[in-house]
């Protein structure tokens, strides 16, 4: 247990839904992630937040839509998924600078688009 | 944009003897971090080990270390006394001293043999 949790678990959703995936730490990080894992390729960084203000966004498509209300919780709004989007969703929180920099994960939640 | 390569995607190694994976990167930057992540099939991905470029010395966590070659941008992890739990999935990743974008690998998938 990382102290970051990420909800649900796992979700499959047609081409026309929307939803939400959740990430939540307490670890008084500043910062949070999402990352895109698919099969043999390298994680994608798709948003940073730093103290609640998105600092990244790596060319994302636009029917994906972070946000984050507060410093220990973020959301990614989902809508009109293709299925090359299935993959497993990372969610990640650090502090912004410092010594101990790392990231820490949650457990990612596996999306399927049919 | 800095880039990170693992360069083998599969590696296997006897229970109790020593692997090496290996990790180049890179950069025109002079401060920034390093990591090593393990993904076991529970898919959380967890640090192994950390090094800051500023350090000359190697960075140690009991059986798993690094040889970290600023000049040639390399940082392998080597893993001594390898046991049953550290097959997984090891991913190596940089960020840069003032940025919160942390690069990943493709990583390289162990295998550990009884």
């Known amino acids: 247990e990382t102290g970051v949790t990420q909800t649900p678990r796992h979700l499959v959703m047609g081409m026309t839904n929307k939803k939400s995936l959740k990430c939540e730490q307490h670890l008084g990080h500043n910062a949070m992630y999402w990352y895109k894992q698919s099969a043999k390729k390298p994680l994608e960084l798709m948003f940073v937040?730093?103290?609640?203000?998105?600092?990244e966004n790596n060319s994302v498509p636009s029917r994906f839509s972070p946000e984050c209300p507060n410093s220990s919780h973020l959301f990614l709004h989902l809508h009109t998924l293709q299925p090359e989007d299935s993959a497993l969703y990372l969610c990640a929180s650090s502090h912004q600078t410092g010594v101990n920099t790392e990231a820490f994960f949650g457990q990612g939640t596996r999306l399927t688009v049919v | 944009a800095q880039t990170v390569t693992q360069s083998q995607p599969e590696m296997s190694v006897q229970e109790a003897e020593t692997v090496t994976l290996s990790c180049t990167y890179d950069?025109?930057?002079?401060?920034?971090?390093l990591f090593w992540y393990k993904q076991p099939p529970s898919r959380q991905m967890i640090l192994v080990i950390r090094?800051?470029?500023?350090?000359?010395q190697n960075a140690t966590e009991n059986r798993f270390s690094v040889n970290f070659q600023k000049a040639a941008k390399s940082f392998s992890l080597k893993i001594s006394d390898s046991q049953l739990g550290d097959a997984a999935m090891y991913f190596c990743a940089y960020r840069e001293y003032n940025n919160n974008d942390m690069r990943f690998g493709a990583g390289t998938r162990l295998t550990v043999k009884p």
């Open positions: 950069t025109s930057e002079s401060d920034y971090y």
């Open positions: 090094q800051e470029a500023y350090k000359q």
């Open positions: 937040y730093n103290f609640k203000e998105q600092t």
